[in-house]
């Protein structure tokens, strides 16, 4: 199953962004989807995850402010940013992940182009 990312932009400091992850087969086939990101200079980091069903993980820096669901329907998987600032800057990537023991893993393969989200202050 490949997964595109879209959705990004740039916006202001406080304001909000919902990302899309799309899915070119059946979501409920996956065990896991994270949302990660990378900014300038830095690792990639897992930001929030969810797992079939409705086990979600948040990162500390963004709980509270980010929402992940899931729509099986579509085949798609959603990152609501709200209160944005601008340490969120990045690229933002959706990968299939393992949920494992309460924990996210990425799987191996390549990344996507991801989508690139910039906040001013």
């Known amino acids: 199953v490949q997964l595109v990312e879209s959705g990004g932009g740039l916006v202001q400091s406080g304001e909000s962004l919902t990302l899309s992850c799309s899915a070119s087969?059946?979501?409920?086939?996956?065990?896991?989807i994270g949302w990660y990101r990378q900014a300038p200079g830095k690792e990639r980091e897992l930001v929030a995850a969810?797992?079939?069903?409705?086990?979600?993980l948040y990162v500390d820096s963004v709980k509270g402010r980010f929402t992940v669901s899931r729509d099986t329907v579509k085949n798609a998987v959603y990152l609501q940013m709200n209160s944005l600032k601008p340490e969120d800057t990045a690229v933002y990537y959706c990968?299939?992940?393992?949920?494992?023991?309460?924990?996210?893993?990425?799987?191996?393969?390549?990344w996507g182009q991801g989508t690139q989200v910039t906040v001013s202050s």
């Open positions: 990968k299939q992940s393992l949920y494992y023991s309460g924990s996210f893993y990425p799987l191996d393969g390549p």
């Open positions: 087969g059946n979501i409920r086939s996956i065990n896991a």
């Open positions: 969810i797992a079939s069903g409705t086990m979600t």
